[in-house]
């Protein structure tokens, strides 16, 4: 069989009547769309309910699926323990999508369980299906630290396991909207908040899907938004199908939003094969910009891709201008990867013989040695974005004030830590944001005496 229908949820425990005591008649439509959703999976009749879920475990670089064979969960936690379940996983299922995981190259599967418990974001929607629909047993997912792209990918091996088992699936996509809708709200304002809102409604109430890859990490993050992720993965389960998609409820009372959309997968449609499109345009792209890339990008990307390929380092060519092969200066490399960071690395001053090595040097280590990120594989070759910085001498400064998040880097020093942020940078807009990234990048807190240093960039593309 195949995927029968999905729906965008929210999880906000107050509708639980037992946990709201009454609040939750604040959000009528939400519950009136929520009750609706559940007689559509009664009639429906599922063998499984696919959930993902933001609240369940999550990893920067993988994706948990719940293994073994039952999971239990109360409210407790919200002072309503008389509210309990008790969930069969689809054990198969579970393993035919790690299966594939594993086969794709894609970092997804059981291992990494922390709490066997359900979390609120799956015991939500849970709680008004489990009303009128007892049977069908449950697959729980965790989001991830992953690009968009292969939260996507995630969703579209969803789709192949369910169709080889033959499973008849109904998949949950649990997630709020933003959590900075009013001032009054636990989280406060953000003008990005209603933004967020407004927009994922109107993309999901059209269905075009597509647009889930158009949402730029800051924009989300200043948005505070909770279940995009969760949502780009039902979006991959039903990629490459027709679609009827329709917008049941959005609500905001408590500051959050809360959005329900439903979607009725129908004939194949290869226009909607969101992945594909999306790669293509991104390929197209990159390779536009690599052929206008200068002398020090070029030099980046090919000692890149001397390395991921062959292991090998990169001879400095022959060709390179003579300003890159007599002068010496500290330089970053700065890899994206489907708009995200993939690795960076790079020196305050000078430690080879020449900045063409420098480049080659921490190329190298921006590919295969930042902590923060696994070696970049030659299949991601195509997708990278590389920028280089080269830095000018620091220079020390006495107050903040003398920094400009647009202009200057930051140094920031206490004893033998240290802490760089280069100039820029989207996300970081304030001279406060940049000395505290820096800062806890160095492993300072806020009250060492600390002093700071600026420096300016001359970046390549």
Known sequence: MSILAAYMVPHPPMIVPAIGRGSEAQIPATIQAY??????????RPDTLIITSPHQIMYRDYF??????????????????????????????????SRLADEAGLPAGTMGERDKQLDHGTMVPLWFIRNVYPDGRIVRIGLSGLPLADHYRLGMLIQQAVNALGRRAVFIASGDLSHKLQSYGPYGFAPE????????MDVMGRGAFGELFDFSEDFCNKAAECGHRSFVIMAGALDGR??????????DVTGVGYGICRFIPEAEDQDRRFLS??????????????????????LARQAVEAYVSRKERL??????????????AGAFVSIHEHGLLRGCIGTILPCETNLAEEIISNAISACSRDPRFNQILPDELPYLDITVDVLG?????????????????VIVTYGRKR???????????TVSDQISIARQKGGIREDDPYSLQRFEVIRHY
Do not use: M, W
């Open 277 to 298: 499109i999306l790669n293509e345009k991104e390929l197209a792209e990159i390779c536009e910009k690599s052929a206008r890339s200068d002398a020090y990008v070029r």
């Open 393 to 409: 001498k620091p220079e020390d400064i006495t107050s903040p004030d003398q920094l400009d998040v647009k202009r200057y880097g």
């Open 315 to 328: 001879a400095v060519p022959k060709n390179l201008p003579s300003d890159i092969l007599e002068e010496k």
């Open 35 to 44: 009750q609706e959703i559940a007689r559509d999976v009664a009639r429906l």
């Open 419 to 429: 802490g760089l942020l280069l100039p820029d940078l989207e996300g970081v807009d």
């Open 242 to 251: 027709g679609v009827r998609a329709e917008a049941l409820s959005h609500e």
């Open 193 to 200: 908040g209603p933004a967020y809102d407004e927009r994922i």
């Open 64 to 97: 948990h699926i719940s293994p073994g064979s039952r999971a239990s969960g109360s409210f407790s936690q919200f002072r309503a323990p008389q509210v309990t379940f008790q969930e069969s996983y689809d054990t198969a299922l579970v393993q035919e999508i």
